[in-house]
């Protein structure tokens, strides 16, 4: 790939775009900052670099069409949640594809996580609640991504999501290397992605499961040394919990993943728009359980604050109370009544004086009665002013739980009040419109039982598939789907053997013309490539023996013409003894007995006797994938699988084999080591005893 990228020239113009500067280099080509100069607009041109030089012209040819056909495809799409494509073209002078596509300022998921950026539980359900709905709308209009990951991800500088590269991930996961090779990484793909199954925008919603665990974890769920560890661990083995990896993360994301990141699709969410909602409504808990935490706070100080006393007396005295000067000197610790019409504001102890006596008469005293002089009465001292209670009262903590208790029972008030007010559904027609809706749901399970039974396997899919996304708990919808999946899946094998047949049977054609032309090398290649394509063609493996025959006859025929020229040459030369013609001459018929093996690809050939009904078998040559099938003979007492394997290179080798079944009951693994030369073919014979697994080369 990177010579890729260095064969790609230096442009200073694309179309009609302006080049202004180069921003970084993908996975198939360079991205470019540019400028459409008839509006002004900025936008960021990808090119994509269809094949090098050396390589076929029709196979770039088909690529370039492929990659126009999707990109216009994805072109449809708009929506504020996904980079919108603008134009699509091919450069003439230089050859090159390129889609102009909107600028975006930003950073993405995979810089974040790189940068180490804190990530909020609430953010991060709010951040894949966006992708999820986004993806939800391109599979409504029947596009699917295929390459959801954290660097397809954008956050922008005031904070929106953006999903990028629809319509190039379809033509990035089909240009795949002659050895079946991924293009990068498979650790955010599905499982139907790894084994090659027909995908959905199920597929989608697993890897942004793998996404969400990544960002809540900042760990992928399914990693490995190499590919093959971590595809089969996508396929077959269960992610390590989320709760087991941090305590620190919400429980509310155990269920959400689990169901996201499900072997199989129909357990998955069936839509992104479900995905989205459940990761809202755990947005919504974590938003209640924050205004819960704060309000707990504001009350947990109210209860902690200190009791006010008075600190400075003569501080009070001279805000409220008399001053030295006109009282008597002292300060009394509570505030006196205010003097009303029956109070005397006179000494309390002096008696009473009429109006206009005269000072120290205390009145007219009875008949008799001897009067004794009165000392005068105090001053009467002036009435205080009322101190302010609170600098005598403690703030009792009862107070706050008051106050709070009354702001809810208002909060609840104020709800009850506005749900009271909201128009009220009238029942019958609730009733009229569910009613409507199960018999719409009983048509369409009807039309697709009637798809099936006539055999239109795809059609009814479609049918089943629509039921459930109304209704995903329907128990007769998932089971006509998952069996017209199967219907697809036998009638698609079907075909394919039928093409290879006839494909492997034109070879076996052309390999007897040319055995009859005694051209045996040709009749051997032609019966070599039937085998490849169908390995138990009984024609195509007389024809190899046939040929194989020929080629053994003809050396040996070419041998005794050339020891019949050397006795010829020795008779013609006198005293030369005939003995040692005739040891010559037996010598090396010998060595004609064993016709030499043609050179070619070495291959092996796989057979399993499987004694189960169903399973899947992988193999690997030196960590790349030469072969993977999921096997389902539909009965109890199992079948054979037999392949020819051609092995891409020859020299030593490692050889790893996995058999596993459905129900995980048997979970196979064995690694082999030999060597194998151009043109030899291996048997690798698999055996499975119970649950023991084993596995031969020779």
Known sequence: MSERLDNIPKLSRLGRFEILSELG????????LSKDPSIGRLVAIKTIRASGG??????????????????????????????TIYDVGEDKDSGVSFIAMEYIEGKTIKALLVDRTPFAPDQISDIIGQVAEALDYAHRKGIIHRDIKPANIMITTDGKVKITDFGIAKVASSNLTTTGQFLGTPNYMSPEQVTGAPVDGRSDIFSLGVVLYEMLSRRKPFSGENLTSISYKIVHEAFTPIADVSKNIPEEFDAILSKALSKDPWNRFQRGKDFALSLYQAK??????????DLGTMVSSAENLPTLKLENLDEVARQGGESPAEGSGSHPSRTKPAPGPDHDETHPSSPRVPLGAAPGDTGPSPEGAPTA????????????????AVWHASVNPRYWW??????????????????????????????DATNRAQ????RQIASGRALYEKGRYA?????FRAVLQRDPSMKVARQYAQMSEEGLRNAESKKADVEKASLAAAHVQNGRTALEGKEFETALSEAESALNIDPRNADAEKLSADAREGIAEQKRADLKKTEKKKKADALARAGQPQTKTSTSASAPATVAAKPAVPAGPATMRLSFASPIPKGYVMVAVNDVILYRKNFDFGKKDGGTVSETIRVPSAGAATVKVWLTTPDSSVKGYQTLNGTFAGGESKSLTLTLQGTKFSAKLS
């Open 25 to 32: 280099k993908g996975a198939m080509g360079v991205v470019y």
């Open 402 to 431: 008051g106050i709070v208790g009354a702001l809810l029972i208002a909060l609840v008030a104020t709800v009850v009040v506005l749900r009271s007010r909201l128009p009220k559904v009238d029942d019958q027609k609730a009733v």
């Open 459 to 463: 059609e009814s899919l479609a049918v």
């Open 373 to 388: 002089p009165v000392p005068p009465p105090p001053s009467p001292a002036k009435p205080k002013k009322a101190e302010p």
């Open 284 to 293: 919504a808990r974590f938003e209640e359980q924050a205004i819960f935490q």
């Open 54 to 83: 050396d390589e076929d012209d029709s196979e770039s040819r088909e690529f370039r069409e492929r990659f126009m056909r999707e990109a216009q495809t994805a072109g449809i799409l708009s929506h504020p949640n996904i980079v």
């Open 439 to 442: 018999l719409e749901l009983e």
